[in-house]
Every structure is written in structure tokens, then in C-alpha cells.
């Protein structure tokens, strides 16, 4: 059973930036591909970014592309989610996921573990 935590929300102005962190508490998760996906208020989760185990391949959602970036460090069992220049529509809980994949995972339902969140808001 792999547990994933997430740490790095907040409170933040727009413009401003934060790092997600989403670590595990098995060595396998190098052997994962993870996600990340957030949820507003009212709204139906989405997917946000992923990344291969190896991290050699990753993709981000285009709505936020040219201001967020995903990216893993195997050896500290954590995965990164660098958001710049922040807005408040990204204002959401964000979530961290996990599968046991050698590919890229866009869907919520193909990942086996979540993390629990960190919510981030961003101020006008």
C-alpha cells in the first residue's frame, strides 16, 4: 500500500508562486507514474500534469502549460508541481496520484493511490 502526502498549498497573491509537493512512503514509487489533479468548488476534478516513473516523459494540461511544471526526484520519493505566475482560477485542492504504469496516466481512474490534497488559493 503506497501512502501519498501532499504539502506546498496556500494562501498566495496572483502572480505569485508555489511548489506541490507529493511524497510517498514506499521506495517503489520510483516503479510509479503520478498525477496531479485538482478540484474547485462545484467543479469535476481535473487533470492538471503527469509524469513517467523515470520522469523522462511528462505532460501538462494546456490551460496552465506555460506556468506550471511537473517534475520527480526518485531518490526523495517526491514528486514536484512548480506553479509560476498564479491566478485565481487555479484556486483549487489539489491531489497527487499514483500507479504502478510505465506510461503517461491522464485519466483519475486509472491511478490506484491518492493523496488526501492541499488545497491552494490564489487572491486577486
Known amino acids: 500500500q503506497v501512502q501519498l502526502v501532499e504539502s506546498g498549498g496556500g494562501l498566495v497573491q496572483a502572480g505569485g508562486t508555489l511548489r506541490l509537493s507529493c511524497t510517498a512512503s514506499?521506495?517503489?514509487?520510483?516503479?510509479?507514474?503520478v498525477g496531479w489533479f485538482r478540484q474547485a468548488p462545484g467543479k469535476e476534478r481535473e487533470f492538471v500534469a503527469c509524469?513517467?516513473?523515470?520522469?523522462?516523459?511528462?505532460s501538462v494540461t494546456d490551460s496552465v502549460k506555460d506556468r506550471f511544471t511537473i517534475s520527480r526526484d526518485n531518490d526523495k520519493n517526491t514528486v514536484y508541481l512548480q506553479m509560476n505566475n498564479l491566478k485565481p482560477e487555479d484556486t483549487a485542492e489539489y491531489y497527487c496520484a499514483a500507479v504502478n504504469s510505465g506510461g503517461l496516466v491522464f485519466r483519475p481512474y486509472n491511478y490506484e493511490y491518492w493523496g488526501l490534497g492541499t488545497q491552494v488559493t490564489v487572491s486577486s
Open positions: 514506499e521506495r517503489t514509487f520510483s516503479n510509479f507514474a
Open positions: 509524469i513517467t516513473w523515470s520522469g523522462g516523459r511528462r
